[in-house]
Each structure stands twice: as C-alpha cells, then as structure tokens.
C-alpha cells in the first residue's frame, strides 16, 4: 500500500519539519496538534550547522538565518565571571561551514507553518494511534472526525508520548534526570556582549541574544522532581543566580514571573529497540529524548525528518523504508543522547574538589588551538542531510 496519506500527529518543531519534508517529497500530509494553538514550548532556539543544513534543504533555512542575531564570541565562563573557554562565532563558522544560529523558537514555528498548504496543521485536534498497521493494512487514527486510515503516521507527540507506549508496553519510558530548567525571553537596555554559559556547582545559566533587542536567558539546576518555588519562579532564579557574575542576574530579574517556564528534565535514557512499527514511525522526544546541554534536542528532530522523507513518494514501500530509518536513526541518536547526559554530569558537579577539578579541565581545553576545540563538536555538527528528490 502506498502513502496515499500521512498523519503527524504533534505540531513541534519536529512534527511540522517533517510534515514539510513529506510534502517536499510529495506526499500528502496532515499535521494534529492537541493544543488550542501552537505557541510554543521554550522561548529560544540555537539551530546548530547539521539542523540549518536540513533547514536549508526545505527552503525554510535563509529566513530563519536571516533572523538570528549576530554576537561575536561564545564559551563558558566561572560564576566569578572568568572566562574558562570561549571562541568567535565566526570560528564556527569557518569551520563547519555554517553557524551555530540562534532564534526564537515561535519564529521556527512559524517558518515551518508558512512553508506548509493552507489547512495541512489543525489545531485542538488530538490524535491517537488505534492501529499501527502493516505491509498490507493502512495504519488507523483516532481523530476528532472519527477514525481515519494513514499510509504513514508520524508520531511526533513529545517526550510522554502515547504513540510510544503503544508500540513498546514493554519499554521503562522517561526517567527524571535529577536537572529542573528554567526559561525566559527578556529586553535588556544593552545587548549582552558575548553568549555562552556560566558553570557553577550543580546548576548552569545560559545567555543567547536574539533578533530584535531580546535575549533568551536560561538556566538549570538540580532539583527535587516536581518541586515549585513557593513564590514565583523568577525570585527562585534570583535565588540561584543572584550573586553570580553580571548580566546574569541583571538578565533574569528582567523575567516576567508568570512567563518563566520551568520544567524538569527527562530523558530516555534506555534506547528504544526500533523508531517504528508497522506504519508508525517515531520522532524527535518521543524516540529520544534527551538533557539540553548540547543544544540538539530539536536539531535531532529535525534530521530525523529529513533521513525518514527522503526516501519516501506517494508509492514508496515501507518494507524497506521505516527498517531504513530505524538503522539510520537510533545509533546516532543515542550517542548524541549519552554525550548530553554525560555534559549533564559535568554540570551536576557540586564539591570543592569536583568543581575545581572541572574548571581546571575547561579551562586547560579553552588553551586548545581553536580547531582542537571545535573538532569535538564535529561529530554532530558535520552531518549532512540528504537530498529530497519529491516534486512537489
């Protein structure tokens, strides 16, 4: 049976690349999105080199460039405000052949919406698989029109997917990673000067300028799982954050309260045995979800749909196909998923003689030749999208 229709069920950053690179390739498509509308999750987004080049596959990569904010150097720093390691933006470029571009997460929404027919996303539309289908049967959908059959579904319904618990009953699922996030986009008077992060004992701060004056700001600690401030999440910030170095507090006392987002973090630290099953394939959190302390939980996503699109037409047998995209995935994914936790744990630090072990390593790596340092980013950054052949 051929792609007669896909379903993605989840409008995230995931969901809709892939519902764009489908429809690249031909292949009708139809995006449910639970939420009443598609304000996003997160306020800011660094779209490292391997997502702008599936970016920049999709035609949707010059005008989300075209909105990331210039700033001249990156790295991290001590609470003290002592540089441990840092380089030139423009270093990253040149060496990767692309920046590392920084925006908000509503404009790489709204990009990807654009770029989609009129009426492909429905909002306060859930979606649940009711079968997952085979070689011979479509796959059926719950919607909120009844039941529908789909010759592919996407399920790119997050970290707590549904979609997942279906496929493997078996698998353990999210487990907290002892990390809880906090998250804000602010104006400040004056532009930071440089971005980056500043590494303390057991929690992290994060500065990004974005286009327009704003910056986004973030941070994280570990935490109880499900703890709260008991006032509001921006004096919790000044809490942890209040004496550390300019403009890190400066920065988040600029939050409004009720617009902190704070979340903990899960990750799937078991991998999962395949990305999909029957005609269901998995996507973005809700294959791998992983910590935030490389930046690719969205540039992940967004790989993931172009290696599962670009083999696909509106005839494509998924025999060979979603196997295809399982053995492509899953091994890269879960590197990159251990090398966040493993980042994460340089961050979880908190005695003396941990911390100081770390800022003596961190900064004895910020005295590297510039291509030293930035080699060990190749890993990920150096990957290349393939190529959609569709003619749509």
């Known amino acids: 049976m051929g792609l007669h229709q896909a379903i993605v069920i989840g409008g995230g950053i995931g969901g809709l690349t892939a519902a ?8 009708p498509v139809t995006v449910h999105e639970r939420a009443a509308s598609l304000e996003p999750v997160g306020a800011g987004l660094a779209l490292a080199p391997n997502a702008l080049r599936a970016l920049d596959r999709l035609g949707v990569g010059p005008r989300l460039r075209a909105l990331a904010a210039p700033h001249p150097a990156i790295g991290v720093r001590h609470p003290s405000g002592r540089w441990l390691a840092r380089t030139s933006t423009a270093a990253v470029e040149a060496h990767f052949g692309d920046p590392v571009a920084a925006v908000a997460r ?15 996303v429905r909002t306060d539309s859930p979606a649940t698989v009711v079968d997952p289908g085979s070689g011979r049967h479509p796959a059926v959908v719950r919607t909120g029109d009844g039941e529908r059959p789909a010759g592919l579904v996407v399920a790119a319904d997050g970290i707590h997917s549904a979609t997942r618990g279906l496929l493997f009953p078996h698998h353990p699922g999210p487990r907290y990673s002892g990390f809880t996030t906090w998250r804000a986009i602010v104006t400040p008077a004056r532009r930071p000067a440089a971005a980056g992060e500043v590494w303390g004992r057991g929690r992290l701060a994060g500065i990004v300028p974005l286009a327009d004056g704003r910056v986004y700001v973030y941070g994280a600690a570990l935490a109880p799982a499900g703890a709260r401030a008991a006032d509001d999440e ?15 507090p400066q920065l988040f006392a600029l939050a409004e309260p009720d617009r902190v987002l ?8 078991d991998p999962l045995p395949a990305y999909h099953h029957g005609r269901v394939v998995l996507l973005g959190d809700a294959a791998h979800a992983m910590c935030p302390f490389l930046g690719q939980g969205a540039c992940q996503a967004i790989e993931d749909a172009l290696v599962l ?4 037409a509106p005839a494509t047998d998924l025999a060979t196909a979603l196997p295809a995209y399982t053995a492509a995935r899953l091994p890269r994914t879960t ?16 005695t003396p003689a941990a911390t100081l072990l770390r800022t003596t390593a961190l900064t004895l790596a910020g005295l590297l030749p510039t291509r030293a340092l930035l080699s060990r980013s190749a890993g990920i950054y150096d990957w290349q999208p393939p190529t959609l052949t569709g003619g749509a």
């Open 335 to 350: 590197a990159v998923v251990t090398a966040s936790r493993r980042t994460g744990n340089l961050v979880a630090l908190c």
């Open 106 to 120: 509503a404009e790489v929404i709204a990009a990807l919406v654009d770029a989609l027919p009129e009426g492909t």
């Open 309 to 312: 699109a670009a083999p696909l």
């Open 20 to 27: 764009l690179a489908l429809h690249r390739q031909g292949v």
């Open 262 to 269: 704070r979340n903990d973090v899960r990750e799937l630290a």
């Open 234 to 248: 921006r004096a919790e910030l000044q809490r942890l954050f209040g004496d550390w170095c300019a403009p890190v």
